[in-house]
């Protein structure tokens, strides 16, 4: 059974920047894909960017690529999302996940993924 715990959320100026982190414990880093997701009343949860397989191959949603960057670290088990540009409708509840199953649709929708962190909320003042 693998834990993920996200931080680093917060209340920020429209502009600014923010790292989220998210730690995995509890289980193997190993996954066919780890993600970010957000998420705001009302709306499905909405893929924001992402790793397939254990290695380094990253993707993001179109929307978000330039200013949303994903990194990880292996040895900390650890996954980052560094958040530039912060526009107000990036106003979202965060969570990362983590798939342990296979899938042929890319990992972008949420019910590809097994584990799910409890989230952080990010919001962005204008």
């Known amino acids: 059974q693998v834990q993920l715990v996200e931080s680093g959320g917060g209340l920020v100026q429209a502009g600014s920047s923010l790292r989220l982190s998210c730690a995995a414990s509890?289980?193997?880093?190993?996954?066919?894909?780890m993600g970010w997701f957000r998420q705001v009343p009302g709306k499905e949860r909405e893929f924001v960017a992402g790793y397939r397989g254990s290695g380094s191959s990253t993707y993001y949603a179109d929307s978000l690529k330039g200013r949303f960057t994903i990194s990880r670290d292996n040895a900390k088990k650890t996954m980052y999302l560094q958040m530039n540009s912060l526009k107000v409708e990036d106003t979202a509840v965060y969570y990362c996940a983590l798939a342990r199953l296979p899938s042929g649709s890319g990992y972008t929708s949420p019910n590809e993924y097994t584990y799910w962190g409890q989230g952080t909320q990010v919001t962005v003042s204008s």
């Open positions: 509890g289980g193997t880093f190993w996954a066919y894909a």
